[in-house]
């Protein structure tokens, strides 16, 4: 059964930057989905950025436009969120998701199309 890990996460001042990484435990296939969510206490988990592989097409939340990005190492089995320009406001834990056999993509967010594998979560602070 298919697995992912995290890590990557840390302290850092605002305007920081930080890279995620998330390995999946097999490779990654034409249609799964690949991508990030992340949570505060008393806030829904929200959809941060999501890449369909290898097709790459990618979606980002408004709020990290231009600051985060997401890419794919293929040979490693493995997803990154480059985190730039960092806000106070993007603290939250953050969430690798595998979406087995894709991802429907609508508006900012994105859904399963069968069934999503989470990793164990990495804590990103951004102190102002």
């Known amino acids: 059964q298919v697995q992912v890990v995290e890590s990557g996460g840390g302290s850092v001042q605002a305007g920081g930057s930080l890279r995620l990484s998330c390995t999946a435990s097999?490779?990654?296939?034409?249609?799964?989905?690949m991508g990030w969510f992340r949570q505060v206490p008393g806030k829904e988990r929200e959809g941060v950025a999501v890449?369909?592989?290898?097709?790459?097409?990618?979606l980002y939340t408004d709020s990290v436009k231009g600051r985060f990005t997401i890419s794919v190492d293929s040979a490693n089995n493995r997803i990154y969120l480059e985190m730039n320009s960092l806000k106070p406001e993007d603290t939250a834990m953050y969430y690798c998701?595998?979406?087995?056999?894709?991802?429907?993509?609508?508006?900012?967010?994105?859904?399963?199309?069968?069934?999503?594998?989470w990793g164990q979560g990495t804590q990103v602070t951004v102190s102002s």
């Open positions: 097999r490779f990654i296939v034409h249609n799964d989905c």
């Open positions: 998701a595998l979406d087995v056999g894709g991802c429907n993509l609508y508006g900012a967010t994105w859904y399963a199309r069968r069934d999503r594998v």
């Open positions: 890449v369909y592989t290898p097709g790459a097409q990618t």
